[in-house]
């Protein structure tokens, strides 16, 4: 076991082979990649990244939620992370009377700041390599046991490589997280679906919120008596901004990457999971988008979900396309050729071989699983039968009974048509050929079950009535019962099997490319990863450059379009260019940069992270990827890939301009 750890250091640790701008790295490890820093242009120590005995800039960002993160930018507890990280809040808190999504919302004063029940943000407190304890016979609920100190922190174990090393991470957790501003979605989603996930980017994709703590400034649940929390670390702001070639780097929580998986996953994503997920979506984003389209109070009611169903969608599109045009499978397959000729005779002889046969017989259930995930699942009236005893008006309260049933009908007629009769419950099959077809069935469902609506579920329990013999909770059951016997069951099994092979078969990578850098997949744990602001080759004879400006707003500015229409006192600020200390030069023009690329690896979780410069200054706020840089989640490519972020200069533009809260910027640390 020494042995190996001694191998997986070296392999971590390794400088050589590692591809430009590559890389999720481990904080407290980082010392290993400073001088590669230093040299790329970056000024300070490790230490400044990553300390358990001083502050550190690790103390200064935060888990978000549970997906997202965020950056301290005040003593006083002020926090930035993304509008889309914070829409949820910003969507509960609006109404048709006080529309905080189309409008905006600064609070003026503290007292006006808004809390939001249930939001968390999380400090990295430690990290500790705890892998001999593990291997050595500890459990990780022992671990983590002893790390939380009975309550007072939060912690996990958590595996990298594979099941070859593990590291414990302690956190606090505080529980009093209070809006304090958010620009109209016109400039915090400006370009909607449409820009997502693409190049020229021009979305100001911030929001700010305050974390609050008890009078110790520990955490504690929400009171009007609690006090901004005052934090041990927080970023200094550059309004310099940054030029092509400019060292910068990321601290967050990348959410998920599988770097080093065969081929046969590869081509399950591009071949059966994405096209499946992607047409089920499509069907229910045009059915939501069609009632949003004729109605406000349904506008604002869908919104935050029209969002998140369309963000994994058109990821999956973009990863697609880079997939396939980077022949990721095919690259994959020539890897493990070779890699298999390399194996003969050692202890990694046959372990690929047993990877394709386990994936080959995981194909059904993946398949069936992604179905009941994203058609079955997809109902919310399912979804409130599953949360039976425990409804209430917030469940109902963005709910409409005629969109969830025009998306039942999409789902189960799709669902029908692709997944095997023996991963389809029978008393499903059997009322459905009762009632003669989908939309029959679908109407007698919502015409019998007593959960379509707050009123209704309510006069059910004063009835007394007996909610087992719902026909919605008998659907949910019996696609419950049959997902977890014959799906999920051995899904799991198989997957165990995948991944103790994989435990090998990372070990044999690493043995077989003795001089490559590998670090750990992304798994929503702190990391850094660096690299430098940069443009791209879109295409041939196509260079995207590296940053837009307010001019590319205007251009697209269509009041006709609500993605697209911007405040009007955004026109006025264009038309009469007082943009006051905003203002910079940029190719002769005189206006205000809006975001910009980079080449840092970045994934899903990096949201709202922290891009810093040289000197460890706040200089952006990351948003996003270009499309065909969401592969980079299986397939790094760094010609291509690039990480998209807000210029810090735009959002405090926008604060002291737009949302007229300049008194914000008085807290902050401006350079």
């Known amino acids: ?181 958010a620009p109209p979605s016109s400039i915090g989603k400006f370009g909607g679906d449409t820009d997502n996930w693409m190049w020229p980017r021009h979305t100001g994709d911030f929001s ?70 992607i047409r089920l979506r499509t069907k229910r984003l045009d059915i939501i988008g069609e009632a949003q389209s004729k109605d406000v109070a349904t506008r604002i009611m869908y919104a935050s979900k029209h969002a998140g169903i369309a963000n994994a969608w058109k990821k999956w599109q973009g990863e697609s396309l880079g997939l396939a045009r980077r022949n990721t499978v095919g690259k994959k397959q020539a890897y493990e050729a070779r890699f298999e000729e390399w194996a003969a005779g050692t202890e990694y002889e046959g372990v690929l071989a047993s990877l394709h046969a386990k994936y080959a017989e995981l194909l059904p259930y993946a398949i069936s699983r992604d179905y009941y995930n994203e058609a079955v699942y997809a109902i919310e009236l399912l979804g409130f039968a599953g949360r039976l005893g425990r409804l209430s008006e917030a469940n109902y309260k963005d709910y409409s009974p005629a969109i969830d049933k025009a998306i039942t009908v999409a789902m189960l007629s799709d669902f029908g048509e692709n997944v095997a009769a023996e991963f389809v419950p029978e008393w499903y099959t059997a009322r459905l050929a009762e009632c003669g077809s989908v939309e029959a069935f679908v109407e007698w469902l919502y015409g019998t079950s ?24 008998i659907m949910r059951r019996e696609f419950d ?52 602001v940069a443009g791209y080759e879109a295409a041939d004879g196509v260079y995207h450059l590296p940053y837009t400006t307010l001019d590319g707003i205007i251009e697209k500015d269509n009041p006709e379009i609500y993605d697209y229409d911007i405040p009007q006192s955004l026109r006025e600020l264009y038309a009469s260019k007082e943009y006051g200390r905003w203002g910079v030069e940029m190719n002769g023009r005189y206006t205000i940069p809006v975001a910009f690329l980079a080449k840092n690896h970045t994934t899903g979780g990096n949201s709202g992270s922290p891009i810093i410069n040289g000197k460890g200054e706040l200089i952006g706020i990351n948003f996003d990827r270009t499309w065909l840089s969401t592969m980079s989640d299986l397939d790094y490519d760094p010609d291509i890939c690039r990480n998209i972020s807000v210029d810090i200069r735009y959002v405090l533009f926008v604060i002291d301009k737009i949302g007229g809260a300049g008194y914000l910027l008085e807290e902050m640390t401006i350079n």
């Open 1 to 181: 076991m020494k042995k190996l750890i001694l191998t997986l250091s070296i392999a971590i640790l390794t400088l050589s082979g590692v591809r430009a701008d590559e890389g999720m790295w481990l904080p407290m490890l980082i010392g290993e990649r400073i001088e590669d820093m230093k040299a790329k242009g970056f000024e300070l120590s490790a230490e400044d990244i990553y300390s358990v005995n001083q502050a550190a800039l690790k103390d200064a960002i935060v888990l978000f939620g549970r997906g997202c993160t965020g950056e301290l930018v005040s003593g006083e507890g002020l926090l930035f992370t993304n509008h889309h990280c914070g829409y949820g809040q910003i969507q509960s808190h609006s109404s048709v009377e006080h529309d905080y999504l189309t409008n905006g919302f600064w609070a003026m004063n503290r007292s006006e700041e808004l809390p939001n029940p249930g939001l968390t943000v999380s400090f990295l407190v430690r990290m500790e390599d705890v892998t001999a304890q593990i291997e050595g016979g500890t459990t990780a609920a022992e671990v983590v046991a002893a790390a939380e100190e009975g309550g007072k922190y939060s912690a996990s174990v958590e595996s990298l490589y594979y099941n070859n090393k593990f590291y414990l991470f302690v956190y606090q957790v505080y529980r009093d997280i209070r809006l304090v501003g």
């Open 208 to 277: 700010i919120f305050r974390i609050y703590a008890g009078k110790d400034n520990e955490p504690a649940d929400y009171s009007p008596e609690n006090v901004p929390y005052q934090p041990k670390r927080h970023f200094a702001i550059s309004t310099k901004g940054a030029e092509e070639g400019d060292f910068t780097f990321v601290y967050g929580f990348p959410g998920s990457t599988r770097e080093y998986v065969t081929s046969d996953f590869v081509d399950y994503t591009l071949n059966h999971s994405n096209p499946a997920k």
């Open 450 to 473: 007593r959960l379509t609506s707050l009123e209704c579920y309510e006069g059910a329990k004063a009835e007394g009535y007996d909610f087992g013999s719902d026909p919605a909770v």
């Open 481 to 532: 019962n049959l997902y977890k016997e014959k799906i999920n069951t051995p899904y799991i099994t198989l997957n165990q099997e995948i991944t103790e092979l994989y435990k090998t078969y990372m070990r044999g990578q690493m043995a077989f490319e003795p001089e490559r850098t590998f670090y750990p997949d992304a798994n929503l744990t702190l990391r850094v990863a660096y690299g430098s």
